[in-house]
């Protein structure tokens, strides 16, 4: 017994290998079969939609992320109250802006679209129109429509001269700062370390500046409006190029490092988004906060120990530089191929008018994209972020508006937070960054990536 | 020969399919590879020579994955074993209601995997979710279980263990039952303990089972996707991030298709390396003890 070989009761195991196989292959065959053969019986009973009764309303969807859908609740009973005929719905979607757009995505890729409207936001653009999903407005909404809204909110709507989308808010990057510290708010960044740094060491407030420093696109953001107030640029239009190791680029970005490093920002901005750097200031821990204008309404809403203590301005820039803050506008677009594009555009008409943008501004602190109501002085007052709001948009930044946006967006994220993590120098990073961005272009577009031969970018 | 001709006919069925859903999409797979196909070529595939694979092999977004992925997969599997092992002993006693005990293992099995994980995310929620409640109750104070990247890899494999267990488990216990009880019981009359018995008879008898589960299992988890996409979506910042969610972005978020194609091939052939590895490897040991068998 004790000289049988460990491994002779294998034989019996060896059936097993072909048992699965004979099995598996049955199974397949049969798989075959079964679906072989009843293909042709099903295939006419599928598509029988019965058709629809010409006093039947149309239905018109748009899928919104679900804190807009709440918004324009009020505003969608009244639209479906005066227009009979048009049942406008609201589906309900993610919180998360890219959960969204690939809830969105994965219906467009099928080709079977729930929903005639899109709310899209401007960072996707794009990316949505070069994939041919969108229908051209300028038959609906001419140059006229457009020149009513404040300069900023033009931007980002438009691409290879069609309108693609109407404006609904006209939202940039704000830099918050605290009344109760300072007089008036830095007009540079040299201020703004200069003031951070003279408070922190009289002891009067832990952190200097809050932020967004996590990996995600967030940082992204944060990036373009840093790019910009050093004198850098992300993306260059014309060549279809980043640009992110030029000098000025490596400047932006050492600017970040060093508020880590000097503790100006804490190093827990660089897992800090949105609403985490909100939290933190609004618990009183910091003078200043880069973020979007719902942050305002949270802190005084909130009812914490800053409210009624923060100001807030259009974000600043290095010395000598005009700073802006990124554009992060929301916008309707009529998906191509949508069985009734004329009901669906009138939604769009009253979705993106002066009523429903007066009641988003007032109850959410969305910027209004309309000059009319900046100089409405009943909404001024009961908006009072509305002059910055206006100012901002003077000078907004875009993202990159190339389709690979996201790519890139995901690369120089990923990039900056390790530098904000200690695994490397700005100047390293942004070569990095630089040298990965080309290689995506490259990888995207084929030969036409080396040739710098891209889409002409987004209103420029 | 005149079976073989039939035997042949009648697997061509199966053949075919197996071509048309394993290697067609492969060969396609390789050709994409060396195709730009994203929004700027107009979702058409224009050739690139070789930028995707260039890109690859300078994305550390790529790399970390895989290198995640692989951590992910060598931790559970190597958990489910310990674990699946010991669930088989123990279910291979004689025990009372065994056979409900042996039924009432296989539930996470049988659970779908986006509704456990769905049920963890649950559980692990800041701060509405049991453990946190639990935590509270104990005088702590709610922990982001799902915004830390430690704890979120830690319970992103536990879920993991937890789902497959009871399947690596059945797998042995098969295993046992084939192993013929007179071995034991002559080996505990000329004087063996339990452990030696474990690794003297049991476990080398166990080996063609424990292979089987091993290749399985790092299969499986070397493509994880549906656990990792709905308990932690990649994150915190992409640190539970797998291949297979890497390349479903690729495609789907960035509409990628040339560089998501290059992604799962590359993927591909890590796991074709590794599972083919152990295979190897596994052969040469099984052909050794059958030659110091022999000797």
Do not use: I, K
């Given at each position: 017994m004790a000289a049988r070989p460990p491994f002779s009761s294998l034989r019996r195991w060896r059936s097993l290998p072909k048992l699965l196989t004979t099995g598996l292959l049955a199974l397949l065959s049969a798989t075959v079969l079964l679906v072989l053969l009843p293909a042709s019986g099903l295939s006419s009973s599928g598509m029988s939609a019965s058709p629809v009764a010409a006093a039947d309303p149309v239905t018109v969807r748009v899928l919104m992320p679900a804190p807009l859908a709440d918004a324009v609740a009020a505003p969608v009973a009244q639209f479906n109250a005066s227009s009979p005929g048009v049942v406008l719905e609201v589906i309900r979607g993610p919180l998360d802006t890219e959960t969204i757009s690939d809830l969105a995505t994965g219906s467009l890729l099928l080709g079977?679209?729930?929903?005639?409207l899109l709310l899209v936001d401007v960072s996707w653009l794009a990316r949505y129109v070069a994939a041919g999903w969108f229908e051209p407005l300028e038959r609906w909404f001419g140059p006229e429509v457009l020149a009513a809204m404040e300069a900023g909110a033009r931007?980002?709507?438009?691409?290879d001269g069609h309108l693609w989308r109407m404006p609904l808010t006209g939202d940039t990057g704000l830099l918050y700062w605290r009344t109760d510290l300072m007089e008036r708010p830095p007009r540079d960044t040299e201020e703004l370390v200069a003031i951070s740094r003279d408070l922190q060491r009289r002891g009067?407030?832990?952190?200097g500046y809050l932020w967004q420093g996590r990996q995600y696109e967030g940082l992204s953001c944060v990036m373009v409006e840093v790019l910009h107030g050093f004198g850098?640029?992300?993306?260059n239009g014309s060549t279809?190029?980043?640009?992110?190791?030029s000098p000025e680029a490596v400047a932006a970005a050492q600017w970040l490092a060093a508020l880590l490093q000097d503790g100006v920002?804490?190093?827990?901005v660089a897992s800090y988004a949105e609403n985490d750097a909100l939290q933190s200031f609004a618990a009183g821990d910091a003078a200043f906060l880069r973020n979007w204008p719902y942050a305002w309404r949270e802190i005084e809403k909130g009812g914490g120990p800053v409210k009624g203590k923060v100001g807030v301005t259009a974000m600043v820039g290095a010395p000598g530089e005009q700073g802006g803050g990124t554009l992060g506008t929301w916008g309707l677009s009529l998906i191509k191929g949508s069985p009734h594009p004329e009901e669906a555009v009138a939604a769009i008409r009253w979705l993106t008018g002066p009523v429903v943008q007066r009641q988003l501004a007032i109850e959410q602190g969305y910027a209004p994209t309309w000059s009319t109501l900046y100089d409405d002085p009943d909404l001024q007052r009961r908006a009072p972020l509305l002059t910055v709001q206006r100012q901002a948009l003077q000078h907004p930044q875009l993202r990159?508006?190339?389709?690979?946006y996201a790519q890139l967006s995901d690369l120089l994220a990923r990039q900056v937070n390790g530098m904000l993590t200690g695994q490397g120098g700005s100047g390293s990073t942004m070569a990095a960054a630089q040298r990965q961005s080309l290689q995506v272009l490259r990888s995207l577009a084929g030969p036409a990536g080396d040739t710098a031969d891209g889409r002409p970018a987004v209103d420029r | 020969m005149k079976a073989r001709t039939a035997s042949l006919l009648l697997m061509a069925p199966a053949l075919l399919l197996l071509a048309a859903v394993f290697l067609y999409p492969l060969l396609l797979y390789g050709w994409l590879s060396f195709q730009a196909s994203s929004v700027l070529t107009g979702l058409e595939p224009v050739p690139n020579g070789g930028a995707n694979w260039g890109r690859l092999l300078d994305d550390a977004r790529f790399w970390t994955d895989a290198f995640q992925t692989l951590r992910f997969a060598v931790c559970s599997v190597a958990l489910e074993l310990v674990g699946g092992l010991g669930l088989a002993l123990l279910l291979h006693?004689?025990?009372?209601g065994r056979g409900t005990l042996r039924a009432l293992t296989l539930l996470p099995w049988a659970l779908p995997t986006t509704v456990m994980a769905l049920g963890w995310r649950w559980i692990l929620?800041?701060?509405?979710g049991p453990l946190n409640a639990a935590i509270r109750f104990l005088g702590g104070s709610s922990y982001g279980f799902l915004s830390t990247p430690a704890t979120t890899w830690f319970f992103v494999v536990l879920a993991d263990v937890w789902k497959t267990l009871p399947f690596v488990g059945l797998l042995l216990l098969a295993g046992l039952q084939t192993i013929p009880e007179d071995l034991e019981e002559a080996l505990r009359l000329e004087g063996a303990g339990r452990l030696q018995i474990l690794r003297r008879l049991t476990l080398p008898l166990l080996v063609p089972y424990l292979a089987l589960a091993v290749l399985f299992r790092l299969a499986q988890a070397l493509g994880v996707f549906d656990l990792i996409q709905v308990l932690s979506?990649?994150?915190?910042?992409?640190?539970?991030?797998?291949l297979a969610l890497y390349a479903y972005l690729n495609a789907?978020?960035?509409?990628?298709f040339g560089y998501a194609a290059t992604v799962m091939l590359a993927t591909f052939l890590l796991l074709l390396v590794l599972v083919g590895g152990s295979w190897w490897l596994w052969r040469r040991g099984d052909l050794q003890g059958r030659r110091e068998g022999a000797a």
């Open positions: 079977e679209v729930p929903f005639d931007l980002g709507n438009g691409l009067r407030v832990r952190w850098a640029r992300w993306w279809a190029r980043t640009e992110l190791d920002s804490p190093q827990a990159p508006p190339t389709p690979a | 006693r004689p025990l009372r929620n800041d701060p509405h979506g990649g994150g915190p910042a992409g640190s539970t991030e797998s789907m978020r960035f509409l990628d």
